[in-house]
């Protein structure tokens, strides 16, 4: 197989970092750094993988009521629309394959960061095979997370499509606060060398150092292996790609396909009326459900979205009766009890309640979760946890019934 150039890519300043490694991720000569034309000389014959940082990346899954790949990925942006930060149709959605447990690994940018690099790339003659956040090029195998230390960053890989980055004076509050929530708990956490954790309380999870020697060296194995994760997917895809260089020619090709439409008259009419036909039994379709669900006022799958909105009717004449006002008023009772801490933002859906908040610090948002359970009797997720720009603690709750 083909030798892998592997590039982590800096700002917009054209910077990066670049090492040669054979298929398997050994490498294969030494290590660059400099302007991004410098590795573009060496891309000739080999396998492109570029890296881009893991917190431009969110790595998440998610629960779609279909199993066909194509409606997957009209459906993805309907099913995280709550979740994410600011329009979809601004970001992109890329899907990675169906996990066991029936859900999908999705990774979601900006588009304004995806054509930033893929200009970047085309500007010096770089054409990638993939791209993938930094976070997945760690090693990974079962049971195990991976932690990488690259200066103020702290890299962890938790799952084969699964992730983090933070800080490094915050990872010792959070590392235990991720195995805490971890569903199943990792049997050991591989250190790449000095990470930092003497005194880190991490259960029973056994901790494993290794010499972390040349970072990109250590990147280079995890794309290498089977199955990784590409956010060239869509309308980044190389076939989409193709087609851009190829439409300043679509004119001169329309004339050519001319004379060959004139010898299938009879099929282009036969196939025009099948069109009209699926046409207008989409737009039933569509009628249909929004008389259905009239409150849904946007429309990606009409019948993936039928299906999951009968799914939750469903649940919702099956539930206790709780609902939605008895988590908000069991709640809003503990964050009542709680000094400093400000709402930003709640959504209800399926029995669980989404509650974006800001602490002062994490153990404050630590000491929220626990009185919930504890007072409240309900599960709590801590789903994220970063600082913003003003020293605040930006956090992400969970809430369902089932605690202790």
């Not at 150039?5 to 290590?31: E, K, M, P, Q, Y």
């Not at 770089?126 to 960053?153: H, V």
Request: hydrophobic fraction near 45%; aromatic fraction near 4%; charge should be negative.
């Amino acid at each position: 197989m083909a030798e892998q150039l592997l590039i982590r890519i800096g700002d917009a300043d054209g910077g990066a970092r670049w090492t040669v490694s054979d298929a398997a991720g050994r490498s294969a000569g030494a290590a660059g750094e400099g302007p991004l034309e410098e590795a573009a000389a060496l891309a000739a014959g080999r396998r492109v993988v570029v890296l881009v940082a893991a917190q431009d990346v969110l790595l998440t899954q998610v629960a779609l009521p279909t199993q066909h790949r194509q409606r997957a990925v009209r459906a993805v942006p309907y099913a995280l629309e709550e979740q994410v930060v600011g329009d979809v149709e601004d970001l992109h959605f890329a899907l990675g394959p169906q996990q066991e447990a029936g859900e999908f690994a999705v990774a979601v940018v900006a588009r304004a960061l995806m054509d930033r690099w893929q200009s970047q790339l085309r500007g010096v003659g770089i054409s990638a095979d993939l791209l993938c956040p930094e976070t997945l090029a760690l090693p990974w195998r079962e049971d195990e997370w991976s932690l990488w230390m690259d200066g103020p960053r702290a890299l962890v890989r938790t799952g084969r499509y699964a992730g983090f980055e933070a800080e490094a004076d915050l990872l010792p509050q959070m590392l235990p606060l991720a195995l805490e929530e971890a569903e199943p708990k990792p049997a050991r956490l591989r250190l790449h060398g000095d990470a930092g954790l003497a005194g880190v309380d991490l259960g029973e999870v056994e901790c494993v150092t290794e010499s972390s020697g040349d970072g990109l060296a250590l990147l280079a194995a995890g794309p290498a292996e089977a199955g990784p994760f590409n956010l060239l997917q869509g309308s980044y895809s190389r076939r989409a790609q193709v087609s851009r260089l190829w439409r300043p020619w679509r004119a001169t090709a329309a004339l050519l396909g001319v004379v060959a439409v004139v010898g299938l008259t009879a099929m282009g009419v036969e196939s025009y009326q099948l069109a009209q036909e699926q046409q207008q039994l989409q737009e039933r379709i569509s009628q249909v459900f929004r008389t259905t669900f009239p409150k849904v006022h946007r429309v990606v799958d009409a019948r993936a979205q039928m299906a999951q909105g009968l799914e939750e009717l469903q649940r919702s004449q099956q539930g206790d009766g709780k609902g939605f006002l008895d988590l908000l008023e069991r709640t809003g009772a503990v964050l009542h009890e709680t000094p400093d801490v400000r709402i930003e933002g709640l959504n209800y859906r399926s029995g669980q309640l989404d509650v974006k908040l800001s602490t002062k610090d994490l153990h404050t948002l630590d000491q929220l979760k626990q009185s919930l359970s504890r007072k409240a009797k309900l599960k709590v997720d801590i789903r994220s946890a970063t600082t913003g720009s003003d020293k605040r603690v930006q956090g992400r709750l969970r809430i369902a019934e089932g605690g202790a």
